[in-house]
């Protein structure tokens, strides 16, 4: 019988990813947890929200990602009223 995903396996997921120093270690977790496509659309998903940081439109986004519109109206969404894509651009941009 399969497993349920918890709580506590969601929770050490994060912790896993907090213990991660450095780009090429995370690069090494990421390609045995997700699929090359995964990471592609992840990918796209940061793209996107850097450039609706920088003000573009959402045709122009597209036209730059080629993400689905669901997608996009998503990480908008995110962009708008979230702190994650903020937080973490943000910090990124300024190292």
């Given at each position: 019988m399969p497993q349920k995903i918890s709580e506590e396996m969601i929770n050490d997921l994060y912790q896993l990813f907090a213990s991660i120093d450095n780009a090429e270690d995370f690069r090494l977790l990421l390609d045995d947890l997700c699929t090359y496509k995964e990471i592609?659309?992840?990918a796209g998903r940061i793209a996107a929200a850097k450039l609706f940081m920088e003000g573009k439109t959402y045709n122009q986004v597209i036209d730059a990602t080629n993400i689905s519109s669901a997608t996009l109206s998503r990480v908008s969404r995110c962009v708008q009223r979230?702190?994650?894509y903020r937080k973490f651009l943000k910090e990124s941009k300024e190292k």
């Open positions: 592609e659309q992840m979230g702190d994650g």
